[in-house]
């Protein structure tokens, strides 16, 4: 037994950082990481004997969550645990987790989601307004489930915990690539876990129309090459979502992003068609004909059906990238203009978008658009969502605009967690008055869909939408980079018991190229290279469409190599000290790479298809060899010579080049390596 010392730690807002309990290292792996953290000394031990009782109203959505909750306890213990399903007739003698509850939440905009967990030694209670927030807290009390020898247990503790921000969100674009249901259920599992809470879901653009229509059939049979969503599918994920306290908020993409619709109804367009579906990426000219009545019967008549299949307060219209040359063609729509004193494109969307209002407005939905939809003159219960910059957000906020934020969360940018984590919707310095501030709903992360498909979708979400999401969730004081990545690697595993194929897919794509040869050599190549960055893979090599492979090297490797993160960090050590405690694994890290090339030109030999990297694992092979070099000499106190240090220039420039559209991320830390010991 610890002994009892009374001292309590507030964890919360120092955050993440070990902190100190009862003279042990606390390893909490939370994340999001909850407002506010006390930790006890003592643990609850887990034992075959758990059980748990609802206390207030329920329904079968938080049955659902207690029983899966207890299923994921069973799963990750072994442990045969007493509960099957849980209903309101569960009612065990000794209950040692009681969920107390005052109300079924609803799935909306502001709903509470606030939650108290207490873990004493014998008894843990889980306090909620609604059931929505013993959601959330059963997904902490799941992550702070910990081992020791003896078993498993949970720390003592007690959180208080609620969201910084009511709008969380994950927009998946199913227009690109279609997303099968079972891709957007575990996705929704995902979000669940890092409670998030609105599901935005992408679902008409220039590739593709998503959903069946039963008003305008032909919008799903001829503008979708038979990949869409039967309404049923839809009210089945929306439901799904629901038992997770997640909104879905559906976006039709208006008046531009609009091939599809109008590869079915072309006298919706600005132009004559006829039209195809567009298979190719970019900003393209069909547009919608802002100036012809049709179009706006046509839409009424379409968000009418919308409205009642999609139950969310808001109702996303895109308004994005119009780029107004299909307007500016049209001799009948610069009459309207000139009739109407409207004196450009910008202002001729203001007023297609108050007509689109007028029909949102009759069908009971408040409008949500990209922040091109910020205009004079519509009213302040509309949402900007901000992606080309915080200054709309601002602005719009300043305007009395609510506003979300999505610029600096494009996690189809293939940037770093860091990078993403440390964006904030409402940054310290922000010239926002705290009314203003209030304006500001929170944001979402973006999955963009030009270049993902259902097998690698989930290794672009994951693990680094876990850290936005811990943005969106706790405090802005919460920033410790370090212990995000400690507990992002957590996450990540955890997520995997939901379904999610982020890390399994992995293996299966490395097996497709390697043609079902060994995989090893391969990975510890893929593993230290990543896709290039931001839009460069449209800009390099071949040009993609829809129809693509999305299978190679590149499609493989991760947004973030986790390998070439940790080998900075060993160089960062040795290079203060070649004696230091994890000096042989760089060592060994680099042995590794040497002997690497070896063993994979075997298998490139019988892949073709991964032709393309094989000068950049040559490249690999070379600066292992050049990096144990260093290493030797900085060990030895001696600099390297001045013919190797020249040598290695040339080496550098052709490293860091690109190919396969892949990018070789140890380069840097080679180059400080050699630098280290060139001195
Ligand atoms: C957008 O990325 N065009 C909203």
Same mark, same amino acid.
């Given at each position: 037994?610890?002994?009892?010392?009374?001292?309590?730690?507030?964890?919360?807002?120092?955050?993440?950082?070990?902190?100190?309990?009862?003279?042990?290292?606390?390893?909490?792996?939370?994340?999001?990481?909850?407002?506010? /953290?006390?930790?006890?000394?003592?643990?609850?031990?887990? !034992?075959?004997?758990?059980? *748990? &009782?609802?206390?207030?109203?329920?329904?079968?959505?938080?049955?659902?969550? @207690?029983?899966?909750?207890?299923?994921?306890?069973?799963?990750?213990?072994?442990?045969?645990?007493?509960?099957?399903?849980?209903?309101?007739?569960?009612?065990?003698?000794?209950?040692?987790?009681?969920?107390?509850?005052?109300?079924?939440?609803?799935?909306?905009?502001?709903?509470?989601?606030?939650?108290?967990?207490?873990?004493?030694?014998?008894?843990?209670?889980?306090?909620?307004?609604?059931?929505?927030?013993?959601?959330?807290?059963?997904?902490?009390?799941?992550?702070?489930?910990?081992?020791?020898?003896?078993?498993?247990?949970?720390?003592?503790?007690?959180?208080?915990? #609620?969201?910084?921000?009511?709008?969380?969100?994950?927009?998946?674009?199913?227009?690109? =690539?279609?997303?099968?249901?079972?891709?957007? #259920?575990?996705?929704?599992?995902?979000?669940?876990?890092? &409670?998030?809470?609105?599901?935005?879901?992408?679902?008409?653009?220039?590739?593709?129309?998503?959903?069946?229509? &039963?008003?305008?059939?032909?919008? =799903?049979?001829?503008?979708? !090459?038979?990949?869409?969503?039967?309404?049923?599918? $839809?009210?089945?994920?929306? @439901?799904?979502?629901?038992?997770?306290?997640?909104?879905?908020?559906?976006?039709?993409?208006?008046?531009?992003?609009?091939?599809?619709? *109008?590869?079915? +109804?072309?006298?919706?367009?600005?132009?004559?068609?006829?039209?195809?579906?567009?298979?190719?990426?970019?900003?393209?000219?069909?547009?919608?004909?802002?100036?012809?009545?049709?179009?706006?019967?046509?839409?009424?008549?379409?968000?009418?059906?919308?409205?009642?299949?999609?139950?969310?307060?808001?109702?996303?219209?895109?308004?994005?990238?119009?780029?107004?040359?299909?307007?500016?063609?049209?001799?009948?729509?610069?009459?309207?203009?000139?009739?109407?004193?409207?004196?450009?494109?910008?202002?001729?969307?203001? +007023?297609?978008?108050?007509? /689109?209002?007028?029909?949102?407005?009759? +069908?009971?939905?408040?409008?949500?658009?990209?922040?091109?939809?910020?205009?004079?003159?519509?009213?302040?219960?509309?949402?900007?969502?901000?992606?080309?910059?915080?200054?709309?957000?601002?602005?719009?906020?300043?305007?009395? +605009?609510?506003?979300?934020?999505?610029?600096?969360?494009?996690?189809?940018?293939?940037?770093?967690?860091?990078?993403?984590?440390?964006?904030?919707?409402?940054?310290?310095?922000?010239?926002?008055? @705290?009314?203003?501030?209030?304006?500001?709903?929170?944001?979402?992360?973006?999955?963009?869909?030009?270049?993902?498909?259902?097998?690698?979708?989930?290794?672009?979400?994951?693990?680094?939408?876990?850290? $936005?999401?811990?943005?969106?969730?706790?405090?802005?004081?919460?920033?410790?980079?370090?212990?995000?990545?400690?507990?992002?690697?957590?996450?990540?595993?955890?997520?995997?018991?939901?379904?999610?194929?982020?890390?399994?897919?992995?293996?299966?794509?490395?097996?497709?190229?390697?043609?079902?040869?060994?995989?090893?050599?391969?990975?510890?190549?893929?593993?230290v290279?990543?896709?290039?960055?931001?839009?460069?893979?449209?800009?390099?090599?071949?040009?993609?469409?829809?129809?693509?492979?999305?299978?190679?090297?590149?499609?493989?490797?991760?947004?973030?190599s986790?390998t070439a993160r940790h080998f900075a960090d060993l160089v960062e050590k040795y290079i203060a000290d070649p004696k230091n405690p994890d000096a042989a694994e760089l060592i060994l890290q680099l042995s590794v790479w040497l002997e690497?090339h070896?063993?994979?030109?075997?298998?490139?030999?019988?892949?073709?298809?991964?032709?393309?990297?094989?000068?950049m694992?040559a490249d690999l092979e070379a600066l292992a060899d050049l990096g144990l070099e260093a290493a030797k000499a900085l060990a030895k106190h001696k600099t390297l010579k001045k013919k190797a240090l020249k040598a290695s220039d040339v080496l550098f420039e052709n490293a860091q080049k690109?190919?396969?559209?892949?990018e070789l991320m140890i380069v840097p830390s080679i180059r400080k390596l050699v630098a280290a010991a060139g001195n």
């Amino acid at each position: 037994m610890q002994k009892h010392t009374g001292i309590c730690i507030i964890v919360s807002i120092l955050l993440g950082m070990n902190v100190v309990n009862g003279g042990q290292q606390n390893t909490l792996n939370l994340m999001p990481v909850p407002e506010e /953290i006390v930790l006890k000394d003592g643990i609850f031990r887990l !034992d075959e004997s758990f059980a *748990l &009782k609802i206390d207030g109203p329920a329904d079968s959505r938080l049955y659902q969550a @207690a029983t899966g909750m207890l299923r994921r306890l069973a799963g990750r213990t072994g442990y045969f645990l007493p509960q099957d399903y849980i209903t309101a007739e569960s009612n065990p003698e000794h209950p040692q987790i009681i969920i107390k509850t005052s109300r079924i939440g609803e799935v909306k905009l502001f709903e509470d989601e606030s939650y108290s967990l207490t873990i004493t030694d014998k008894q843990i209670t889980l306090i909620a307004e609604t059931d929505i927030g013993v959601l959330r807290g059963f997904e902490t009390f799941l992550q702070l489930l910990s081992i020791d020898k003896d078993g498993y247990y949970f720390p003592n503790c007690i959180i208080n915990d #609620k969201p910084r921000f009511p709008w969380r969100g994950l927009m998946i674009d199913a227009s690109r =690539h279609f997303m099968p249901v079972d891709v957007i #259920k575990r996705n929704l599992d995902g979000m669940a876990a890092v &409670k998030m809470n609105v599901f935005h879901w992408h679902l008409a653009d220039d590739q593709g129309f998503r959903v069946e229509c &039963k008003t305008w059939p032909k919008l =799903h049979d001829l503008g979708s !090459d038979g990949f869409y969503y039967t309404q049923n599918q $839809i009210k089945d994920i929306i @439901a799904y979502a629901a038992d997770r306290g997640i909104r879905v908020v559906p976006e039709f993409d208006v008046p531009a992003h609009a091939t599809s619709w *109008l590869a079915a +109804y072309p006298e919706l367009a600005s132009a004559p068609g006829p039209y195809t579906i567009e298979r190719g990426w970019g900003i393209k000219d069909p547009t919608m004909n802002p100036v012809n009545e049709f179009t706006y019967e046509f839409l009424d008549k379409f968000f009418a059906e919308m409205a009642v299949l999609f139950p969310d307060d808001y109702m996303h219209i895109g308004g994005d990238e119009n780029n107004g040359k299909q307007w500016n063609a049209n001799p009948e729509i610069q009459q309207f203009m000139k009739e109407n004193d409207i004196p450009d494109n910008h202002m001729l969307q203001a +007023y297609f978008n108050k007509q /689109i209002l007028k029909s949102l407005t009759k +069908y009971n939905k408040k409008m949500i658009g990209w922040d091109e939809i910020f205009q004079p003159g519509l009213p302040t219960n509309i949402v900007i969502h901000s992606w080309r910059g915080q200054k709309s957000l601002i602005e719009s906020a300043q305007k009395g +605009y609510m506003g979300i934020l999505s610029n600096g969360y494009y996690i189809d940018l293939i940037q770093s967690a860091e990078y993403h984590y440390l964006n904030d919707p409402i940054p310290e310095d922000t010239p926002l008055s @705290a009314e203003e501030q209030k304006r500001i709903l929170g944001g979402e992360a973006t999955s963009w869909g030009e270049l993902v498909s259902y097998e690698t979708v989930d290794s672009r979400i994951w693990p680094r939408t876990a850290a $936005i999401a811990e943005r969106f969730w706790s405090p802005r004081s919460v920033k410790n980079v370090d212990d995000m990545y400690r507990r992002l690697d957590v996450t990540s595993f955890h997520l995997e018991e939901l379904g999610l194929l982020h890390m399994n897919n992995y293996d299966m794509m490395l097996r497709r190229l390697t043609n079902n040869h060994n995989i090893s050599p391969l990975k510890t190549f893929v593993d230290v290279v990543e896709p290039v960055k931001i839009y460069t893979r449209h800009r390099q090599g071949k040009i993609y469409t829809s129809y693509s492979p999305y299978t190679r090297v590149v499609d493989a490797a991760r947004p973030e190599s986790m390998t070439a993160r940790h080998f900075a960090d060993l160089v960062e050590k040795y290079i203060a000290d070649p004696k230091n405690p994890d000096a042989a694994e760089l060592i060994l890290q680099l042995s590794v790479w040497l002997e690497n090339h070896r063993q994979l030109v075997e298998i490139i030999k019988v892949s073709p298809v991964l032709k393309e990297i094989e000068s950049m694992s040559a490249d690999l092979e070379a600066l292992a060899d050049l990096g144990l070099e260093a290493a030797k000499a900085l060990a030895k106190h001696k600099t390297l010579k001045k013919k190797a240090l020249k040598a290695s220039d040339v080496l550098f420039e052709n490293a860091q080049k690109p190919r396969g559209q892949v990018e070789l991320m140890i380069v840097p830390s080679i180059r400080k390596l050699v630098a280290a010991a060139g001195n």
